[in-house]
C-alpha cells in the first residue's frame, strides 16, 4: 500500500520533471547558460526524488541509496549554484567554473558508485551517509552542498546589497535596467530561501521522521527555486525594454 513518505516523493519527482522540462525549453528557445544549468540541477533533483520514491515504496537497497546520496546530497546544489555564477560574474569566471565543476562532479560520481559500504542498508527508512561511507563521500557532499549553498546564499545577498547602492536611475534606460536588477535580486533571493529550505530536512526529521522530511522539503524547495527561476529571468522581456530594443534598432 502506498505510503505518504511515497506519495510525498512521487510528487517532489513530478514536480522536479515538469520544472526540469521548463527550464529546458527556456534554455532551448534563448541557449542562455544560467538556465542550462538550472535544468541539469532540476535534472538531478528529479533522480534523487526518483531514488527516494522507488526506495519508498519497494525498500532502500545499496544502488538506490548511491543515487539519492550523489544527486541529492553532493551535486545538486553545486550545478544550483553555478546559475548563480553565470548570472553574476563575468562570463569568463562562469565558464571556468563550468569545467571545474564538470571535471569535480566525474570524480564524485565515480568515488559514490564505487565507494565500499560499511554495513548492510536498512530497506525500511532513510540510511545514514555517516553510517555506511568512508570519509571522502562525506567530506564530497559537505563540500559540495554546503560550498555551493554559500555561493547561491552570497550571490542573492550581493545582488541585492549591489541594487540598494546604486544611485537612482534619471533616464528611461536606466529605469529599464533599475527594474532588471530588482527582479535579478528579488528571485536570487527566492532561490536562496528555496536553497535554505532544502537544507532543512535535518531539522524537519525531528519530528517528521528522516524519510518524511526529505520528500517534504524537496517538494516545498524545488517548487520555490522554480519561482525564482521564473523571477529572476522572466520568459519575455518587459515591454518597455522591448519597445526601446526596437527604437534603438529603428535608429
Known amino acids: 500500500m502506498p505510503t505518504l513518505d511515497a506519495a510525498l516523493a512521487a510528487a517532489a519527482t513530478i514536480v522536479a520533471v515538469a520544472f526540469g522540462a521548463a527550464t529546458l525549453e527556456r534554455w532551448l528557445l534563448r541557449r542562455r547558460p544560467h538556465e542550462l544549468a538550472w535544468t541539469i540541477s532540476l535534472g538531478m533533483f528529479a533522480a534523487a526524488s526518483f531514488a527516494l520514491w522507488l526506495s519508498e515504496a519497494v525498500g532502500w537497497s545499496a544502488g538506490s541509496f548511491r543515487v539519492f546520496f550523489l ?3 553532493v551535486l545538486n546544489v553545486p550545478w544550483l549554484a553555478l546559475g548563480t555564477v553565470y548570472l553574476l560574474a563575468p562570463r569568463r569566471v562562469a565558464d571556468t567554473t563550468l569545467w571545474v565543476l564538470a571535471v569535480t562532479s566525474g570524480f564524485a560520481a565515480g568515488v559514490i558508485l564505487v565507494a565500499p559500504m560499511h554495513g548492510a542498508v536498512p530497506r525500511d527508512e532513510l540510511p545514514q551517509g555517516s553510517e555506511l561511507f568512508g570519509p571522502l563521500p562525506r567530506v564530497l557532499a559537505a563540500v559540495g552542498s554546503g560550498l555551493g549553498a554559500v555561493v547561491v546564499i552570497g550571490g542573492a545577498l550581493w545582488s541585492a546589497w549591489r541594487l540598494f547602492a546604486a544611485r ?9 535596467g533599475a527594474r532588471a536588477g530588482r527582479r535579478l535580486a528579488a528571485g536570487n533571493l527566492v532561490i536562496a530561501a528555496g536553497t535554505i529550505i532544502l537544507s532543512l530536512s535535518g531539522t524537519v526529521a525531528g519530528r517528521l521522521g ?4 526529505f520528500a517534504l522539503t524537496l517538494v516545498l524547495g524545488i517548487t520555490v527555486l522554480f519561482a525564482g527561476f521564473l523571477i529572476a529571468t522572466p520568459a519575455r522581456p518587459p515591454a518597455a525594454a522591448r519597445l526601446l530594443r526596437s527604437a534603438q534598432d529603428a535608429a
Do not use: L
Not at 210 to 213: E, G, I, L, S, T
Open 168 to 176: 537612482r536611475p534619471t533616464t528611461g534606460r536606466e529605469r529599464a
Open 210 to 213: 528522516k524519510d518524511r522530511a
Open 71 to 73: 544527486f541529492g546530497a
